[in-house]
């Protein structure tokens, strides 16, 4: 069995590379750093990528055997979402998004994995719908492909850098008022003391 374990950092055509292999893959498969599958060929493959890494159509992958072998988006069943206008089109991308469903993002067009209930809902908001055969390419996630959406490749909840640093500042903070809540606290107790200590000396020293 050929092992994959590299993607190259190049895209399709920038470089002269030959290429002597096709893997064929559906979007779930592609989100997948470790799988096993078979190429076009029909021989069988491993594929054990760096967590995070996603596949695209038209990525290269290096096998053990030093072949360079391309990905192919497979076919799927998806829906072919077109509106009347542009803001019909972001008002159902915008209905999509809040179901964090991916999303593929055309020039005047969306597509979405087929999902009947979804169709509904776009056919109420006045969307044409079309189911189609076609290669599946929604958008990354937000903060890049590393930290896209958690089934397959995206790193375990992987919402990107931004959110993690808000989170521990804003725990950070409230760590930093509650040290300085009990340093206040302190104080004023050893205030108290030094009172107390103040007030049983003086009735000790008081002179006959």
Same mark, same amino acid.
């Given at each position: 069995?050929?092992e994959?374990?590299k993607?190259?950092?190049?895209t399709?055509?920038?470089?002269?590379?030959?290429?002597?292999g096709? %893997? !064929?893959l559906?979007f *779930?498969s592609?989100?997948k750093?470790r +799988?096993?599958a078979?190429?076009v060929?029909? /021989? &069988?493959?491993?594929?054990?990528l760096p967590r995070?890494d996603?596949?695209r159509?038209?990525?290269?992958?290096?096998?053990?055997d030093g072949?360079?072998i391309?990905?192919v988006?497979q076919?799927?069943?998806?829906?072919?979402?077109?509106?009347?206008?542009?803001?019909?089109?972001?008002?159902?991308?915008?209905h999509l998004?809040?179901r964090?469903?991916?999303?593929?993002?055309g020039?005047d067009y %969306? !597509?979405i994995?087929s *999902?009947?209930?979804?169709?509904?809902? +776009?056919?109420g908001l006045?969307?044409?719908? /079309? &189911?189609?055969d076609a290669?599946?390419?929604p958008?990354?996630?937000a903060?890049?492909e590393?930290?896209?959406?958690g089934?397959?490749g995206?790193?375990?909840?992987?919402h990107?850098g931004?959110i993690?640093?808000?989170g521990?500042?804003?725990e950070h903070a409230?760590?930093?008022?509650g040290?300085?809540?009990?340093?206040?606290e302190h104080t004023?107790?050893?205030?108290c003391?030094h009172?107390?200590?103040?007030?049983?000396?003086h009735?000790h020293h008081h002179p006959?």
């Amino acid at each position: 069995m050929i092992e994959i374990r590299k993607k190259l950092k190049i895209t399709r055509g920038a470089y002269a590379v030959e290429v002597k292999g096709q %893997l !064929r893959l559906p979007f *779930d498969s592609r989100q997948k750093s470790r +799988l096993r599958a078979a190429l076009v060929s029909g /021989e &069988e493959v491993g594929l054990d990528l760096p967590r995070g890494d996603l596949l695209r159509g038209g990525d290269l992958l290096v096998a053990s055997d030093g072949r360079v072998i391309e990905v192919v988006a497979q076919p799927e069943k998806v829906l072919h979402i077109t509106c009347a206008d542009a803001q019909a089109l972001a008002r159902a991308a915008y209905h999509l998004g809040n179901r964090h469903v991916p999303v593929e993002v055309g020039e005047d067009y %969306l !597509r979405i994995a087929s *999902d009947h209930v979804l169709a509904q809902l +776009l056919d109420g908001l006045g969307a044409t719908v /079309e &189911e189609l055969d076609a290669p599946f390419e929604p958008e990354a996630g937000a903060y890049g492909e590393g930290h896209a959406h958690g089934g397959g490749g995206h790193d375990d909840l992987g919402h990107g850098g931004k959110i993690h640093e808000y989170g521990a500042a804003h725990e950070h903070a409230h760590a930093h008022q509650g040290h300085e809540h009990r340093d206040h606290e302190h104080t004023d107790h050893e205030h108290c003391d030094h009172e107390h200590d103040h007030k049983h000396d003086h009735g000790h020293h008081h002179p006959k």
